[in-house]
């Protein structure tokens, strides 16, 4: 039986250390789906958001990996993808934007527009992706108000349609005002920020003394936004025209119920998706999904790989065969997933907006597509250009076909781009990368997850360009570039620097040296 209630799918971007995962759990907590935020996974006392699993990113405190989680609020199923914030690992960010409905862009109320920020609001233009705004931090000294808002207009030129307003000056958060009701909304802290911090709304004329003078504040600004016509218009906002702000402290769970009441009043349904070939299939047709994320590693009891697939259309049902748009292949379903954080449980049914988990399917790439019915294709998931480049090889000989297998299987993943040639051999891969710490990752996992130490050796290549076979043999022995194939059968120029770049395609204008999307930096 199809699940009616209706769906919002969205990611949460952000410059790294802007509480993205913070307040991933905090939507968690409120939405009634964990008791405390920081939950508690394995052994001991030590605690971690759920959506960060990741040995490294425990140990680091950022995000490496996305992670989804789904529960149900307000009778709205809620599919929250988390996401890396760190500019190394944008390639993953990029994926997740594919396969979302809107995003919640975090800004620093201290820092303001950060450069990762504004890459990743890019992205999100780019692919028509409504934003939405949260002024995280709020309870912390930072910029004021007003100054915040002339900074979203003037470096993402998106109007800022304030639906809440902070009473008292950041570092000193008594809650806000709706801007939609005028009413107060005061918070209480709670201890650590751990669980749901309670909330009173009250009229402007049961404003406290004690707040009065924030309040008076918030009204006087509010009252200026309302003559500068800032106010929500849904049409615009949906056309990428302006961003609805709140302001809210997720560590210690303020503004989080409205955002996720937000959410459920403006985000966009599930729409109708167009295929390469320019056909489109409604919500309402039959299934199809597309793989956005190859994942392994999350369960240490046991080999697992999990594929995580948006639905677009029609309904899921465990069990059902499914035809693999790459090979013409069917495979079935029985073993899908349902994702929460590292936990997953058997799923039974989904629906568009739905990110389900395909298990130990072999054949599934990032960027694949399923179906039944009539067939469809959706457009792949682009690479990055990568800016880093090292051989590996193994740190133990005797252990080889652990090292091999690694290698392939963070490949599928897209944790870095494999990079192969007859000259080098295949003892010897290149490893291709947005940022550096994406190799910390590699060495990581081979390590710990695959039993296989691993070497690295730096390359003084900087600079990618995708070439075809012609430009293949035409660059092959030239001074400063090298041409190797990616798993998927790209060919890639390497280039020692930008200049060497620009006088080979100077020099040699019929040989096909093409620019890659840019990710890095």
């Known amino acids: 039986m ?86 190394d690992f944008s390639e993953d960010t990029y994926r997740v934007l594919s396969a979302v409905d809107s995003a919640v862009m975090l800004v620093d109320a201290g820092k303001g527009l950060e450069p990762q920020t504004l890459k990743l609001f890019k992205v999100c233009a780019l692919r028509g992706i409504p934003v939405m705004t949260v002024i995280n931090k709020w309870d912390r000294p930072g910029l004021s108000a007003l100054e915040l808002m002339d900074l979203i207009q003037d470096k993402i030129r998106l109007r800022p349609t304030p639906l809440t307003w902070p009473v008292g000056e950041a570092g000193d958060f008594r809650g806000v005002l709706d801007r939609r009701t005028g009413e107060f909304v005061k918070y209480t802290r709670t201890a650590g920020g751990a669980t749901r911090a309670p909330e009173r709304r009250m009229a402007a004329d049961e404003v406290e003394e004690a707040d009065a003078v924030a309040w008076a504040t918030a009204v006087e600004e509010h009252e200026l936004l309302e003559l500068d016509e800032a106010d929500h218009d849904q049409e615009r906002f949906l056309a990428g025209e302006t961003t609805p702000v709140m302001f809210a402290s997720a560590l210690q769970n303020f503004g989080v119920a409205q955002l996720l009441d937000l959410l459920l009043d403006i985000a966009p349904d599930p729409s109708p998706t167009e295929g390469i070939d320019g056909s489109v299939r409604r919500t309402g047709d039959d299934f199809s999904a597309f793989v956005f994320k190859v994942q392994s590693g999350m369960n240490n009891a046991h080999r697992d790989r999990l594929a995580y697939a948006r639905v677009v259309s029609g309904t899921f049902e465990r069990g059902m065969v499914v035809t693999h748009a790459g090979s013409g292949r069917p495979f079935a379903t029985k073993f899908a997933q349902s994702v929460f954080g590292r936990d997953t449980a058997a799923v039974e049914s989904a629906e568009p907006g739905d990110i389900i988990g395909f298990v130990n399917a072999q054949a599934l790439r990032v960027g694949d597509t399923v179906y039944v019915g009539d067939p469809i ?46 000259l080098r051999g295949d003892q010897n891969p290149v490893l291709a990368a947005v940022g550096p710490m994406q190799f ?82």
């Open 2 to 87: 199809p699940d009616t209630r209706p769906r919002r799918t969205f990611a949460v971007i952000s410059h790294p250390d802007a509480g993205k995962s913070t307040l991933t759990e905090a939507l968690a907590l409120h939405a009634r789906v964990i008791t405390e935020a920081g939950a508690v996974h394995g052994k001991g006392d030590r605690r971690a958001t759920v959506s960060d699993w990741m040995a490294m990113e425990k140990a680091r405190g950022i995000s490496i990996t996305s992670a989804a989680l789904q529960f149900v609020y307000r009778d709205h199923v809620i599919n929250l993808v988390d996401t890396p914030g760190h500019s």
């Open 377 to 422: 294709e959706y457009p792949p998931v682009p690479s990055f250009a990568p800016e880093h480049f090292v051989t590996a090889s193994a740190g133990d000989i005797g252990r080889y076909k652990q090292f091999r297998r690694g290698i392939e299987q963070l490949d599928q993943e897209g944790v870095v781009q494999v990079l192969r040639s007859d």
């Open 440 to 521: 910390e990752v590699v060495e990581d996992r081979m390590t710990n997850e695959f039993n296989a130490p691993i070497r690295f050796s730096r390359l003084d290549y900087q600079v990618a360009r995708r070439t075809d076979a012609d430009g293949a043999a035409a660059l092959a022995g030239k001074r400063g570039v090298e041409v190797l194939e990616r798993s998927d059968g790209t060919r890639m120029a390497l280039f020692v620097d930008q200049w060497r770049a620009q006088v080979t395609a100077r020099d040699n204008p019929d040989i096909m040296l093409e620019a890659l999307p840019a990710g890095g930096g």
